[in-house]
């Protein structure tokens, strides 16, 4: 019904930003909230960022808040991921999903895209 590709990583100084964009297609997103999520080598997947249907409520990781910001624009069917003063331990494969409420469980979501590499050098 869903699928989303995931866009924008790549190689960034440590202070640097990206924005990862996240576009579905198959249905729109505005009946689902959006979230995402990244998986380090070696390490479980972690809750970035998540946002309501309506883009009204927005949830951050401790390790993220006031650098990261997660938007939508769901008249494109796009979730966005602005990355601000990052670090190396920000590198990861970064996610985004889509489910019916904006959790911090992987689980919970029910669409998922292929990922997207963020690397930050030191």
């Known amino acids: 019904q869903v699928q989303l590709v995931e866009s924008g990583g790549g190689l960034v100084q440590a202070g640097g930003s990206l924005r990862l964009s996240c576009a579905a297609s198959?249905?729109?997103?505005?009946?689902?909230?959006m979230g995402w999520f990244r998986q380090a080598p070696g390490k479980e997947r972690e809750f970035v960022a998540a946002?309501?249907?309506?883009?009204?409520?927005?949830y951050y990781a401790d390790s993220v808040k006031g650098r990261f910001t997660i938007s939508r624009d769901n008249a494109k069917n796009t979730v966005y991921l602005q990355m601000n003063s990052l670090k190396p331990e920000d590198t990861a494969v970064y996610y985004c999903?889509?489910?019916?409420?904006?959790?911090?469980?992987?689980?919970?979501?029910?669409?998922w895209g292929q990922g997207t590499q963020v690397t930050v050098a030191s």
């Open positions: 999903s889509a489910g019916p409420i904006p959790t911090t469980r992987p689980v919970a979501y029910d669409y």
């Open positions: 198959g249905r729109t997103l505005s009946s689902y909230a």
């Open positions: 946002i309501s249907w309506s883009g009204a409520r927005t």
